[in-house]
């Protein structure tokens, strides 16, 4: 019940095209759900972060699309770039536990 | 700020040796984390600390590993005696306190055991 789980594990865009991963999770105490990125070499970084009482986040390019109901959430990307070529991981949390529950990752190649 | 830093940055050691990885979160964190990062297995969370004190290490896979946190701006990770599958990159990463659960990673250490 403490999984997160993420698809695809990998996807080749072309450079505008909307990349779309998805991730799942079962336990319905998770009230905080972040997405990293993270390139080749570096560590994963924060890069946009949705809570369960709003249904759609956007920052920049980056959405973040939530279904509580169907305890679902997903990362869109608009107008893909070649730099936005990254391996993705979704995340959930309860608030107050610092610990992350991670998914799997998923590579994204954005190509020119 | 510097970021988090971990040291070394690549290790590669034979079998049976000992290994350790050290980290210094950033200042005025009070929250470190260890976590695995392997093709197979995803980023896996070994252990973490809140002010020091080690709160859950159910994912640190077997007495090999040990983990210390001795003050509020150092840790280690300490793999005795290191097997090839252990080969992995290791990362530490640090949380304030209050802050919404964002976790600033390091750069990771690669490690490599022959």
């Known amino acids: 019940q403490q999984q997160v789980k993420q698809s695809p594990q990998s996807l080749i865009v072309q450079k505008g095209g909307i990349p779309i991963i998805n991730c799942a999770y079962e336990?319905?105490?998770?009230?905080?759900f972040p997405w990293y990125q993270q390139f080749p070499g570096k560590g994963p970084a924060l890069l946009i972060a949705?809570?369960?009482?709003?249904s759609e986040k956007k920052e920049g390019r980056f959405t973040i699309s939530f279904n509580k109901s169907a305890k679902q959430f997903s990362l869109h990307i608009m107008d893909s770039q070649p730099g936005d070529s990254a391996t993705y991981f979704c995340?959930?949390?309860?608030?107050?536990?610092?610990?992350?529950?991670f998914g799997q990752g998923t590579r994204l190649t954005i190509n020119p | 700020d510097a970021g988090v830093i971990q040291s070394p940055r690549h290790e590669v050691t034979e079998m049976g040796q000992e290994v350790t990885l050290r980290c210094k979160p950033i200042?005025?964190?009070?929250?470190l984390f260890w976590y695995r990062q392997t093709m197979m297995r995803g980023l896996e969370l070994l252990i973490y600390?809140?002010?020091?004190?080690?709160?859950?290490d159910s994912g640190m896979p077997e007495d090999r590993f040990s983990a210390k946190m001795p003050n509020a701006s150092f840790s280690t990770l300490k793999i005795q005696p290191s097997e090839p599958r252990d080969s992995a990159v290791y990362f530490c990463?640090?949380?304030?306190?209050?802050?919404?659960?964002?976790?600033?990673f390091g750069p990771g250490t690669r490690l490599t055991v022959l």
């Open positions: 995340a959930a949390s309860i608030t107050g536990a610092q610990k992350l529950v």
């Open positions: 336990n319905t105490a998770f009230d905080y």
């Open positions: 949705i809570r369960p009482d709003v």
């Open positions: 200042s005025g964190h009070n929250s």
């Open positions: 600390f809140n002010n020091n004190v080690p709160i859950d």
């Open positions: 990463a640090s949380l304030r306190g209050g802050s919404y659960n964002e976790q600033f």
